[in-house]
């Protein structure tokens, strides 16, 4: 029986001091573990498209042991104090993490919900297709422009984004041509031709040869993008609760110079 017992303890304490060995926060104890080295791996094929050579896993890894040699003489260095970078990439991770942490894939029925409630986000915007022709301000009076209607012969004048644009929204519109000219076509809930519109540029005459109005899709047709919308929605709820609640931890006090109040 007490054979039993010695091989029990002994076999104990092998367990113990393998598991401190592992674990003990000795400064100058560097352990590079499976879970590392496949993920090192898996960093290299994504990268690479394919896995390394025996004499390239052993540069990765030789590499990894590197940079932790480095990363730990700085810490005790503190030069991780003050950094900026630094402050924003350990935010940003921390971040990340309570966000995974709080936020659950939602059913069908949340997922409804959510789209009921923020239908208007999802709203696929008015399109048109039209093709123009360009008179310049500098060079060009509306008569002469309105002339145009009566004489086809009168030369146009170039223009460096083309002629032809096809299933433009009105931003898109607004970014080419100027607020004015996006206002014209945005009104318009019929096909027209010879359009006389001022833009940023001078005056265009404008044929317009599709309207697509804007609608509302159907929930089945966007659940992927729906999902990914909840989601990030809720993460950023999330993070802000976690970050509110943490400040009410701490003793803040501003600047007199800067005080609000």
Known sequence: MSKKILIFLTIALFLYLFDWFLNNDNENMIYVSDNDIDFLVATWNDQMQRPPSEEELKTIIENFIQNEVLYREALKLNLDRGDI??????????????????V??????????????????????????????????ESRSLKEVRQYLEDKNIKSDPFLLGRNFSDKTTRQIQRDFG???????DELTTLKNDLVIESIYGWHIVNVSNIEDSYI?????????????????KKDEVLKKYTEDLIKSYDVSLSKKYSFE
């Open 85 to 102: 970078i630094v402050k924003r990439r350990l935010v940003q991770k921390l971040g990340f993490l309570k966000q995974e942490e709080g």
């Open 104 to 137: 659950k894939i939602p059913n069908d029925n949340e997922l409804k919900k959510f789209f009921d409630e923020n239908k208007g986000e999802f709203r696929i915007p008015k399109r048109l297709s039209f093709n123009h022709i360009f008179f310049s301000k």
């Open 179 to 185: 607020d004015k000219f996006a206002a014209s076509l």
């Open 217 to 233: 899709p159907e929930f089945n047709s966007i659940k992927d993008k729906l999902l990914d919308t909840y989601l990030l929605v």
